[in-house]
């Protein structure tokens, strides 16, 4: 029905950047809300930050300045650029849809697969 598909994980140097993509597929007419997420081995996932179809983002305290979300609504593909990477920044990624709307209704909370980032010298 609907897939989410994130990319751009990897290795990256501390004080590197780096730029993660996720794209929506489906019968999707437009989303509402899309964001980013991520898991650290041993810890709760965690919100990296949020953005509307309006564009309008919300992100964690911790990573403001640092991280930046942009959204493609044609594409209905999410994107978050990443800088000055730290080691605590390690963690698996998620990608999240909130609310889709689909030609026959709505759905809600849909998420990727994951994808690997570490930062390590």
């Known amino acids: 029905q609907v897939q989410l598909v994130e990319s751009g994980g990897g290795l990256v140097q501390p004080g590197g950047s780096l730029r993660l993509s996720c794209a929506a597929s489906?019968?999707?007419?437009?989303?509402?809300?899309m964001g980013w997420y991520r898991q650290a081995p041993g810890k709760e996932r965690e919100l990296v930050g949020i953005?509307?179809?309006?564009?309008?983002?919300n992100y964690a305290d911790s990573l403001k300045g640092r991280f930046t979300i942009s959204i493609d609504n044609a594409k209905n593909t999410v994107f978050i650029q990443m800088n000055r990477l730290k080691p605590a920044d390690t963690a698996v990624y998620y990608c999240?849809?909130?609310?889709?709307?689909?030609?026959?209704?709505?759905?809600?909370?849909?998420w990727g697969q994951g994808t690997q980032v570490t930062v390590s010298s």
């Open positions: 999240n849809a909130d609310e889709i709307f689909l030609g026959w209704g709505r759905v809600y909370d849909y």
């Open positions: 489906g019968s999707i007419v437009s989303i509402n809300a």
């Open positions: 953005i509307t179809a309006g564009g309008v983002t």
